[in-house]
């Protein structure tokens, strides 16, 4: 399957990516993860884009998009892939289009996961993560909490709160997400390949999804 994966922070993209790449071998893909894979990896396009983080500096678009078609041609998207949280704007939806045509790819469906803001707020501010940047296990004080004393259960490690899961950081990310991606949800239902899914059940989400790319 080929998948965009649309959604506000916190709205469980991660999850569900992860239950579909169990269901069928296709690979999660997020820019910044290739990003950082690229940094590390010390290759040409990702010493450009190092250059870029460490001033500060949002990452080109081109940049991006050439490092997102090096990441595309890699053996392993042979099965299929889900783009987590790509694109963010129009631009890059559009660029993205051009980049799967020339692929000669084509996306199955963009799934938009449409969560309450309270649910976020919720998740979010529960959420810690372990201070240990070889490590990085999430978890939540209410579902999944880390050990009494607020280690990392893997590592030992503390289990931290981000200074961008504070209810204000939060709001604000909100705010910045639906102004930007309220203009892509309508891109998308345009070219006949949106998918709204508002159910908080990562399962049910990812039935309806097998649903709707048979």
Same mark, same amino acid.
């Given at each position: ?171 604000? %990310? ?14 998308? %239902? ?25």
């Amino acid at each position: 399957m080929r998948i965009v994966l649309l959604g506000a922070p916190g709205a469980g993209k991660g999850t569900v990516a992860k239950l579909l790449t169990d269901y069928d071998g296709s690979v999660q893909i997020s820019t910044g993860d290739i990003l950082r894979n690229a940094v590390k990896a010390k290759t040409k396009l990702g010493l450009e884009a190092q250059g870029y983080m460490e001033r500060g500096e949002l990452v080109p678009d081109k940049l991006i998009m050439d490092i997102m078609e090096a990441r595309l041609r890699e053996p392993d998207c042979g099965e299929g892939f889900i783009l987590d949280g790509f694109p963010r704007t129009i631009p890059q939806a559009e660029a993205l289009r051009e980049l799967l045509k020339k692929l000669s790819l084509k996306v199955d469906v963009v799934v938009n996961l449409d969560v309450p803001k309270e649910v976020i707020l919720d998740r979010l501010t529960t959420r810690r993560t372990c201070s240990n940047p070889d490590c990085q296990e999430i978890y939540n004080i209410k579902s999944k909490p880390p050990t009494p004393d607020g280690k990392c259960i893997k590592c030992g490690s503390p289990a931290v709160q981000r200074a961008d899961e504070t209810v204000e950081a939060i709001t604000k %990310r909100l705010e910045t997400y639906n102004e930007k991606t309220t203009p892509l949800i309508d891109f998308y %239902r345009k070219e006949g390949l949106l998918k709204s899914i508002s159910s908080l059940s990562s399962e049910e989400i990812v039935s309806q999804i097998k649903v709707a790319i048979k």
